[in-house]
């Protein structure tokens, strides 16, 4: 798979997308504002998210690689960084949920638990709050996008991706608890 002027064309446009949803989570306290320009942090933002996107575009292609397959790393990244742009959807029915508790709910179904006014209780909560309808979509997209790059069945692709984003979420857990855990009381 060659890469294609609109994947390409893909990559400014989902980064002024990323942009402005940064600019407007910062502008209603979703976000914090940071020691730089709200521009600045915006703009810092949406490079973190493409760099996010190529990294697991790279790491889908080594797995996808191991499984006896060619997948073109650098048409995925584009494509996963695109469609990265649901993500700003949820991010949008979370502001509304904080911003309207009664339909918090409803939203929550599409957005996952971090739409609910309570933060997440713990790092195992914190790290599958995004798990909602709209991130179901999103892995359904990109499963659909890796069957047809490494020409593999969409079960197996479905597999692949549903893998990836729960060993993702199991690092993520582990991650913030290990952050968050107290001291052990080890002296030098």
């Known amino acids: 798979m060659r890469t294609h002027a609109r994947d390409v064309a893909a990559v400014p446009l989902?980064?002024?997308?990323?942009?402005?949803?940064?600019?407007?989570?910062?502008?209603?306290?979703?976000?914090?504002?940071?020691?730089?320009?709200?521009a600045a942090m915006a703009a810092m933002a949406a490079a973190m998210v493409l760099a996010a996107a190529c990294a697991e575009a790279a790491l889908y292609g080594v797995a996808?690689?191991?499984?006896?397959?060619?997948?073109?790393?650098?048409?995925?990244?584009?494509r996963t960084y695109a469609l990265s742009t649901l993500e700003v959807l949820a991010l949008a029915l979370v502001r509304e949920a904080h911003t309207h508790?009664?339909?918090?709910?409803?939203?929550?179904?599409f957005a996952g638990s971090r739409a609910w006014p309570r933060p997440p209780a713990d790092a195992l909560a914190g790290a599958f709050a995004g798990a909602g309808l709209i991130a179901l979509a999103r892995m359904a997209l990109l499963a659909d996008a890796h069957a047809r790059a490494a020409g593999a069945t969409r079960a197996r692709a479905a597999l692949v991706v549903g893998t990836g984003w729960l060993l993702t979420r199991l690092v993520l857990w582990w991650t913030v608890d290990l952050l968050m855990a107290p001291p052990t009381g080890l002296r030098p």
């Open 64 to 78: 996808w690689r191991a499984l006896g397959h060619a997948f073109p790393v650098r048409v995925m990244a584009a």
């Open 14 to 38: 989902t980064f002024g997308v990323w942009t402005l949803a940064v600019l407007d989570a910062i502008e209603h306290g979703l976000a914090p504002a940071g020691p730089w320009p709200p």
């Open 101 to 109: 508790p009664d339909r918090a709910a409803a939203l929550a179904l």
